[in-house]
């Protein structure tokens, strides 16, 4: 029986999907949940798992398509799996639903034909083959490769094809183009008679025309955005329209949060089995700053303020598709261990395509830390509906002046971005400063003083 494979319902609002990576080819067993093929949609890159097992049959869509949710993207011949593995021929009834392969035909040479019949017979013999190109042309070309070679007027059988099966991918087209884009377009025949008129002979002297070829590479490639790329396109333009945005900056000297990671770093992985990390403290002190400034965890729904008791921490992720904010939920219940082992296991799942929906969406506050990239100040931009962001920074040894003398202090610049509408300056600007305080003293968080 064969079973149609079908884009499932990915997320609130997800219209569509773009396949990123099959990881099952046809002929291959596969069984029920195991991981079938990669997607990426404007929120999120997923396995999606084999509803059935059995033997995938086909694909219907191929590499870097872009399909609607409940599409048909491949088929599986279920039941076969059992078969394959045990290294028997599939069941009859399986084998009449499987397309047999064209056989082909036993070459004959036929007798040579008359003068006057060859003229005749050569056009309707060369019609069926026509037919029969233009038919496995259409097979081959898939529908997004088809659309891009109609809007460029290309030529298909000039283009080679890299998919399965000879098939040939829209990737293939797009680098078809820029080749042709980067190479200089040579004049027709016509064109050159139109330009000059024939020159008379030349002496037998004359030397020959020098053709120097362009130096350097200056080709272009034009790419389409994958849809986590323009979501977030999308998402920073709407913060910078819909918010009036402020940033307040202050600089940290990290030497408590240094010291006391060097003394209980050894004796915190012992028992917790993960490495204590600055984001923790950060997080416990942005807990404890937002319950002194509810507005900066609130957010603004037409002429109302919605308040919130509770403090989901969105930490930003860096992956190879764009940034993504999973959320700490509760994080005022959380422990040290507990926020460092979630963030830990929110950016090895991020960067390999495997976070879910739900861990992207809902949170209240955003922390970014620009410094592990380089970073020495910047202007983060709020995650709409929030009202603030935190950016931290890389941290550098600076001279300070303390009690009077100039020491040596590793310090932090941090950034706080906030929406205007709601925070007044005066409130970011004590938020920022209770950060300071915490990460200086974190005995303060604990005491709440």
Known sequence: MTYEVRIPEIGESVTEALIIRWIKQPGEAIGRDDPLVELETDKVTVEMPSPVAGVLSEIVCAEGETVPIGAVIARIEEGAQADLLAGAEPSAERVATAPAPPVPAPAVEPPPPAPA??????????????????????????????????????????????????????????AWLAVREAEPEAPTEAESEAASPAPASPPASAPAPIVTAPAGNRAEERVAMTPIR??????????????????????????AVIDFRKLYRDSFVERHDVRLGFLSFFVKAAVDALRRFPRL??????????????????????????????????????????????????AGRARKGRIRIDELQGGTFTITNGGIFGSLLSTPIINPPQSGVLGLHAIQDRPMAVDGEVVIRPMMYVALTYDHRIVDGREAVSFLVRIKEAIQEPARMLIEV
């Open 230 to 255: 323009r979501r977030i396109a999308e998402r920073l333009v709407e913060s910078q329209q819909q918010a009036a945005l402020l940033t307040t900056f202050n600089e940290i000297d990290m030497s």
């Open 297 to 346: 965890n609130a957010e603004i729904s037409g002429t109302d303020i919605i308040y919130r008791n509770y403090y989901d921490i969105g930490i930003a992720v860096s992956t190879d598709r764009g940034l993504m904010v999973p959320v700490l939920r509760s994080a005022e219940r959380l422990s040290f261990a507990e926020i460092e082992s979630q963030i830990a296991d929110f």
């Open 117 to 174: 019949q060859a003229a005749e017979a050569q056009p309707a013999a060369a019609e069926p083959q026509r037919k029969e190109g233009a038919v496995a042309e259409e097979r081959r070309i898939l529908p997004a490769a088809r659309r891009l070679i109609a809007e460029h007027g290309l030529d298909a059988s000039l283009i080679p094809a890299t998919g399965k099966g000879g098939r040939l991918l829209k990737s293939d087209v797009a």
